[in-house]
Nanobody
């Protein structure tokens, strides 16, 4: 079973950048597809981005495409979310999640219920 710990959140101004990290332990990191989700107060948890287990195929929500970038370092068992040109509507708690992936060609899931393991989240607040 894999444990996930996010870090890197904070309070920034619109237009700034942040880089979130999610450190994994307790499992074989390279068998998991990794995802980032976010949840704003009073809203459902929504998909942000995902990356395949070894070859780094990625997918993004339309709302962050072109501004956010996901990557992973399997040697460091860490997944990252680089967030640029932040907007106030990006304010949310950001969660990383893991889903066992049979092979890199497998479809990257975007539903919150498709992921089995979750971190505790890190808060990102963007002021206008």
């Amino acid at each position: 079973q894999v444990q996930l710990v996010e870090s890197g959140g904070g309070l920034v101004q619109a237009g700034d950048s942040l880089r979130l990290s999610c450190a994994a332990s307790g499992g074989t990191f390279s068998v998991y597809a990794m995802g980032w989700f976010r949840q704003a107060p009073g809203k459902e948890r929504e998909f942000v981005s995902a990356i395949s287990r070894r070859y780094g195929r990625t997918t993004y929500a339309d709302s962050v495409k072109g501004r956010f970038a996901i990557d992973r370092d399997n040697a460091k068992t860490t997944v990252y979310l680089q967030m640029n040109s932040l907007k106030p509507e990006d304010t949310a708690a950001y969660y990383c999640a893991a889903r066992r992936q049979n092979n890199d060609g497998e479809y990257l899931r975007t539903g919150r219920y498709d992921y089995n393991y979750w971190g505790q989240g890190t808060q990102v607040t963007v002021s206008s």
